[in-house]
């Protein structure tokens, strides 16, 4: 039997990225030479949002880019025969930048370091910095942590999170599903 939870509604999800967007300026004394980097498909969603805000407390536009790791994956030949390649757009040069990489949740760390090796194809950021709306404590595999999170969650291992974003799921929510 399958349960779920709501571990945060969209007001937590509201509150949780202006919350993120301030820590992010504050830790970059500003947004000077800053980017927002989101990995599919969750985390360009929540990069554009904290784009939204920073915006309305700079008026300045961040860059902001999205980044598809498929193929940067180590498992991507397990997961399918004929993985689902999407798009990177990084309309900026990433050299010397620092970029704020956007995922929705960390779990063990393979698809943010699969985004590292993405990032430095395309050269050579000042920094890389860690923005994800779910850090979960349990599971980690790569020596992975997040500068900036909407929520650390600690949960077992038969748990799952499901991030659902109005963007592509007509809601903001959070749940957990218990098996």
Request: with cysteine.
């Amino acid at each position: 039997m399958t349960k779920h939870s709501v571990i945060m509604t969209a007001q937590d999800i509201d509150r949780a990225l202006t919350r993120m967007a301030l820590q992010i300026m504050e830790a970059n004394h500003g947004v000077e030479n800053l980017a927002l980097v989101g990995i599919h498909t969750g985390g360009v969603f929540l990069a554009e949002r904290l784009q939204q805000i920073i915006r309305s407390h700079e008026q300045k536009d961040l860059d902001l880019g999205s980044l598809d790791i498929t193929l940067y994956r180590d498992d991507w030949s397990q997961i399918s025969q004929l993985p689902i390649v999407k798009t990177t757009d990084i309309p900026f040069t990433v050299q010397g930048r620092t970029l704020v990489l956007v995922d929705d949740v960390l779990y063990t760390g393979r698809t943010i370091r699969a985004a590292l090796d993405a990032i430095m194809d395309l050269g050579r950021p000042h920094s890389i910095q860690l923005a994800v709306l779910i850090n979960r404590k349990c599971g980690r595999e790569l020596p992975i942590q997040a500068n900036f999170a909407g929520m650390d969650l600690m949960e077992s291992q038969n748990e799952h999170v499901h991030v659902m974003l109005k963007e592509s799921n007509d809601c903001d929510e959070v749940l957990i599903e218990t098996k």
